[in-house]
């Protein structure tokens, strides 16, 4: 016998949630774990992962992660499950496999959705477990968690307050080491949400702009507002946005005369995830080798 793989996960999880209403995620975990897998051996039901975390109970909160990417789950509060159309429509076929996730355009789409332009990655990659090398696995591992991470912090920069969205990118570019800030007032700004000191006596400033938006993208009325707003006070403006700029806003704000410079969900929680803003180091592991010198020293 041996613990279920994630996706294997996938049912038992929709199954105990189409029961209820809504359930917290580690409430959700227990009932799965005592519903399916209560028969297996004490050692395995025990069994750690190297951070300490029970390994079962884990698996199935990557499983539960996975259905969130794919609109199968969705979460109707904070630390809150419950199942979505989707997933009942999975539940009704009796079944819902790894390929059936990994094809699907949902998941495709929300794992695609903080990938970076620079990384001209084949979505999804597959790992050949026996022809990959340890570092491989571990690179592979490492990406995917950094995927979800990324992903779950631009989902929770989407259903942000506003106003508090803004400061969050102030204390991002403070952060980045661009001096103190200044947060504007929040009726007639003209369009600038902060303002950023680059020196000590505020000789060089930076503006900033900070739209949250789910799916709308910041058009070439949005930059043309931002720089009228600008004015003769600087020639530095940075706009950020949770989704994207369509091509209109990118040629104005390249064409402008003004240095501006767009960032937009991806590189943003690029950004923060860097910086480590908005998240936190969970664990950090050694990866040793043999000390040559050691052995062949005198």
């Known amino acids: 016998m041996e613990l279920p793989k994630y996706h294997e996960t996938f049912m038992p999880i929709l199954e105990t949630l189409s029961s209820i209403e809504s359930i917290s995620s580690r409430e959700l975990a227990i009932r799965v774990r005592d519903k399916y897998y209560s028969d297996l051996p004490k050692e395995l039901l025990d069994k750690k992962t190297s951070t300490g975390a029970n390994t079962l109970i884990d698996r199935i909160l990557w499983g539960k992660s996975y259905l969130k990417m794919g609109k199968f789950v969705f979460y109707p509060k904070r630390g809150m499950v419950q199942i979505g159309e989707k997933g009942k429509q999975a539940l009704a076929s009796g079944k819902l496999l790894l390929s059936d996730l990994q094809n699907d355009p949902d998941f495709i789409q929300h794992r695609s959705s903080v990938k970076s332009k620079k990384e001209d990655k084949t979505e999804l990659e597959t790992v050949d477990v026996d022809n990959a090398s340890p570092q491989d696995l571990i690179d592979t591992g490492f990406e995917t968690i950094e995927t979800e991470v990324k992903t779950e912090l631009l989902d929770k920069l989407k259903e942000l307050d506003p106003y508090f969205f803004e400061k969050v990118i102030l204390i991002l570019l403070k952060r980045m080491g661009y001096g103190d800030f200044i947060e504007t007032s929040k009726t007639g700004d003209g369009g600038i949400d902060g303002i950023i000191n680059e020196d000590k006596l505020g000789l060089e400033k930076i503006y900033t702009q900070a739209k949250r938006y789910n799916e709308n993208k910041v058009r070439e009325k949005d930059i043309r507002n931002f720089i009228g707003a600008m004015s003769g006070d600087t020639s530095k403006g940075v706009f950020i946005t949770t989704s994207t700029f369509d091509d209109s ?25 860097q910086y480590n803003v908005g998240v936190q180091v969970k664990t950090t592991y050694e990866v040793k080798e043999i000390d040559n010198d050691f052995f062949e020293g005198e």
Do not use: N
């Open 249 to 273: 806003a990118i040629k104005k704000a390249r064409e402008a005369h003004h240095s501006i410079i767009l960032i937009d969900g991806p590189k943003l929680v690029d950004l923060m995830h």
